[in-house]
Structure formats: structure tokens, C-alpha cells
T-cell receptor
Framework: SAVISQKPSRDICQRGTSLTIQCQVDSQVTMMFWYRQQPGQSLTLIATANQGSEATYESGFVIDKFPISRPNLTFSTLTVSNMSPEDSSIYLC???????????FGEGSRLTVL | GQQVMQIPQYQHVQEGEDFTTYCNSSTTLSNIQWYKQRPGGHPVFLIQLVKSGEVKKQKRLTFQFGEAKKNSSLHITATQTTDVGTYFCAGPTTSGTYKYIFGTGTRLKVLA
């Protein structure tokens, strides 16, 4: 299993500003995933963060809007840049177990943009 | 693009009634996973099915993977208030290993 800590747990931000979300895992993992969950919706994969290389973004998400860092095997950050109210969502960090394929999630960061 | 749909979107049941959510993929899946997300919480893994036609049980929960590996179901017998939450199925994307696409989810409310 994996224990994932995310912060901040929630924040209220002004339009046009940027916020960085941190994700810390209690064990070394190859890949970390960032998901977005808009209010009342399902989870959408934003990108896969690989240590030592550029993140891989899914269709509809770009590096300029969601820059990701992965400095080591236990940590990653996701920045939501130049925020607008449409960015109000829960952002979730996730890792894959490596054996069963099970995904473990952090508690999520609930972002409200005014 | 690849899609995973679930029905129903919402379900309200009386405590003690049964509940079923259905998951349908636009593509054949190598496996399917199920997650439960309590209100205000994060998704928690329930189970993974791999084989065509596979059926697995966890106490009152029964999971099934279709013969064509494009659909799945989760059935809860005699629901309890602790079953409240949103149930998601998830399958591997066609674009990469270890990346999962989540279904649209079924939100279950259990009335005591």
C-alpha cells in the first residue's frame, strides 16, 4: 500500500493567480498521476509525472497551464496557472501499486477560484 | 475517443434493498477496477477483475466482468447506510500502461 499526503487540502484563490499543489508519497514510485475531479463529476487524468523526464499530458491539458515537477521518486507538484473559475475542482494525486495495479489516492486538494 | 459510461447516474434506495451499477466501455479492456468514493473523500480501490466472465464477491458486493471484457457490474445486496457514496469503474487507457480512465460514476444514496 501507499500513503499519500497532499497539500493544501483546500484553498480559495483569485482569478489570474497560480497555485502549486504538493504530493508526497511514503515510498518510492515510478509514476505519479494527477487527476482532476470537477464538482459532481468523474475523475479525469491530467498527466503522468515521471521522475527525470517531462510529464506526459493527456488530451486537453497543456504544460503551460498545468506545469508539473517530479524531482524525486516520492514527490511531485502540480501548478494550476493563471486560474479562472473553471479551474475550481478537486485535484488528486495518485500512484499505482506496482503489483495489483491498484491506484492509491491522496486526500485531494479542493480549489475554489473566485 | 475511449469512453467508459456507467448507469444509472444516481440511485436512491431504501436500506435493505439491492443496488446494481453497470459499466460499459467503448473498447475491450485488459482489466477493470472498481472504486468507492465517500462524500467528501477520495476514491478507494475495491477490486480488480481480469478474466473474461470473472465474478468476485466481497461480503455483500458482487463484481462481474463481461465475457467480451467491455462491460462490468457491481451489485450490492441488502444495502446499508455505510454503502453511501459514488462508485466508479476504471479501465486501462488504450494509450499507455498504468493509466486508467474512470467511468462516469453512480452516486448511491441509501435512505434509512
Amino acid at each position: 500500500s501507499a500513503v499519500i499526503s497532499q497539500k493544501p487540502s483546500r484553498d480559495i484563490c483569485q482569478r489570474g493567480t497560480s497555485l502549486t499543489i504538493q504530493c508526497q508519497v511514503d515510498s518510492q514510485v515510478t509514476m505519479m498521476f494527477w487527476y482532476r475531479q470537477q464538482p459532481g463529476q468523474s475523475l479525469t487524468l491530467i498527466a503522468t509525472a515521471n521522475q527525470g523526464s517531462e510529464a506526459t499530458y493527456e488530451s486537453g491539458f497543456v504544460i503551460d497551464k498545468f506545469p508539473i515537477s517530479r524531482p524525486n521518486l516520492t514527490f511531485s507538484t502540480l501548478t494550476v496557472s493563471n486560474m479562472s473559475p473553471e479551474d475550481s475542482s478537486i485535484y488528486l494525486c495518485s500512484v499505482e501499486s506496482g503489483t495489483s495495479g491498484e491506484l492509491f489516492f491522496g486526500e485531494g486538494s479542493r480549489l475554489t477560484v473566485l | 475517443g475511449q469512453q467508459v459510461m456507467q448507469i444509472p447516474q444516481y440511485q436512491h434506495v431504501q436500506e435493505g434493498e439491492d443496488f446494481t451499477t453497470y459499466c460499459n466501455s467503448s473498447t475491450t479492456l485488459s482489466n477493470i477496477q472498481w472504486y468507492k468514493q465517500r462524500p467528501g473523500g477520495h476514491p478507494v480501490f475495491l477490486i480488480q477483475l481480469v478474466k473474461s466472465g470473472e465474478v468476485k464477491k466481497q461480503k455483500r458486493l458482487t463484481f462481474q466482468f463481461g465475457e467480451a471484457k467491455k462491460n462490468s457490474s457491481l451489485h450490492i445486496t441488502a444495502t446499508q447506510t455505510t454503502d453511501v457514496g459514488t462508485y466508479f469503474c476504471a479501465g486501462p487507457t488504450t494509450s499507455g500502461t498504468y493509466k486508467y480512465i474512470f467511468g462516469t460514476g453512480t452516486r448511491l444514496k441509501v435512505l434509512a
